[in-house]
């Protein structure tokens, strides 16, 4: 039922700011009413800081986000205590007043949130006391309660305005095993009752398995405060070490077949490609054969491919362009192959890299969208996706991280249903959180 309702919190490919330092980079979250959502992940992987930014205490740098109908993007000051009011945070601490009553620290929140009738008032911390089975302890000071009391008084603290959300960071952190169990049962129920969501923040993965809910893997593996170079360095690193040969599934014997395949795979599998050429080149086996082709014959050879019409005519005046002006050989300089008919950037880097080893990196179909899911590049173009690439792959490594993205694309994550639990690249995939 959640997923089909506005989203009490929803970051999409946010940068966070807390003081002078993005905190965060690229969050993408989304929590629905009455969701359980574990942020789980070592000390210093950023957990805290998503939690300020959903309470407006770090500020949102790029991309979006909205919490309980705020958009943090335009959020202004005096809005901010309004928003907390939606809000109940419990911390690992308690952080209780320890010089007010139980009785006391409720009223000071009821009064800071704008309550002032005095039956109302009386009424809510009865309730509140009862619902975390607290009623006895009203009068009673904070160290004079055990840690589990304390924590349920700052649940009930937290409950005071009805929240549609509850922020518990650590709420069992200082806990002993079976007063935490406690703790965890009293949010549930929470939950369960009062369809209140709760957004919990723990290094303990079994409380996850045990009290299922929606949990933020990526988080868990550091993702959140990963450097694009960490990135980079975890994806290639991957690679190299277990898909150290990687090559292109177009047959050919030739830079000329090697041009002429792939002008034919532009959406195209390479498969029909490949049941295509032998008859192509068996018909046409140089470029002088080719250019002097008629486009009724090279049609009928290539009729069962995609766009048989245009690849034809491009064929041929490719062929007729490399006889003219390059002496029927295939050029090895970018620009010059982007000057024949029908060869874009992606099939000249393509002929290049594979032909010459030219540092770069063609920007397929599959390129294109496994590097924007993995998070190596936000570009929106092939062109940005393959200057972000170049940018941070070394020069060697660019022709076959071509092919390992390609075949990654092709075979993993591919464009309708990725197949992320069989993805050796989850650790450092910024699209698989989202993907749970
Ligand atoms: S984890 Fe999923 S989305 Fe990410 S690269 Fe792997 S298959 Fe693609």
Wanted: glycine content about 8%; hydrophobic content about 40%.
């Amino acid at each position: 039922m959640e997923e089909n309702s506005t989203p009490l919190i929803s970051f999409s490919d946010a940068d966070i700011r807390g003081g002078d330092v993005t905190v965060i980079y690229g969050l993408d979250m989304q929590v629905y009413p009455g969701q359980i959502v574990y942020i789980v992940g070592k000390v210093g992987s950023g957990k805290t800081s998503i939690f300020r930014a959903i309470t407006a205490e770090h500020k949102l740098l790029k991309g979006a986000g909205q919490v309980c109908g705020y958009d943090l993007t335009k959020i202004r000051a005096k809005d901010i205590p309004y928003l907390r009011r939606k809000i109940g945070v419990v911390f690992q601490d308690f952080q209780l007043l320890m010089d007010r009553s139980v009785e006391e620290n409720l009223l000071f929140v009821l009064k800071a949130t704008g309550w002032k009738d005095a039956s109302a008032i009386r009424k809510r911390i009865d309730e509140v006391l009862e619902a975390v089975g607290m009623t006895t302890k009203a009068h009673k000071m904070p160290h004079q309660l055990s840690g589990g009391e304390q924590q349920r008084i700052a649940i009930a603290r937290a409950i005071l305005n009805n929240p549609a959300l509850i922020l518990a960071d650590e709420p069992t952190g200082n806990l002993d095993e079976e007063t935490a169990e406690g703790i965890l049962q009293l949010l549930q129920q929470i939950n369960r009752e009062q369809g209140t969501a709760i957004v919990m923040v723990t290094h303990n993965r079994s409380i996850c398995q045990r009290y299922p809910g929606r949990v933020f893997e990526r988080i868990l593996q550091g993702d959140f405060m990963m450097t694009l170079k960490q990135r980079y360095d975890g994806i290639l690193g991957y690679f190299r070490d277990n898909v150290p040969i990687a090559e292109s599934e177009l047959h050919f014997d030739s830079p000329y077949q090697l041009l002429v395949a792939v002008m034919l795979s532009a959406q195209c599998t390479d498969k029909r490609v490949n049941m295509t050429t032998p008859a192509l080149f068996s018909a046409y086996p140089t470029p002088e054969a080719l250019a002097a082709a008629s486009f009724e014959d090279v049609f009928e050879l290539i009729r069962s491919i995609s766009y048989p019409n245009s690849k034809a005519k491009h064929l041929i005046g490719m062929a007729q362009k490399l006889m003219a002006e390059f002496g029927g050989q295939v050029p090895t300089d970018i620009d010059a192959l982007m000057t024949l008919p029908g060869v874009g950037r992606k099939t000249a880097n393509v002929v290049a890299s594979i032909t010459w080893g030219e540092p770069v990196i063609a920007v397929d179909t599959h390129v294109f969208r496994v590097a924007r899911r993995l998070g190596l590049s936000r570009g929106t173009t092939p062109r940005a996706v393959e200057l972000d690439l170049e940018r941070h792959t070394p020069a060697e490594l660019r022709p076959i991280a071509h092919h390992w993205l390609i075949l990654h694309g092709r075979y993993v994550c591919t464009a309708l249903k990725p197949h992320c639990s069989d993805c050796p690249l989850t650790a450092w995939c910024k699209e698989y959180g989202n993907r749970q």
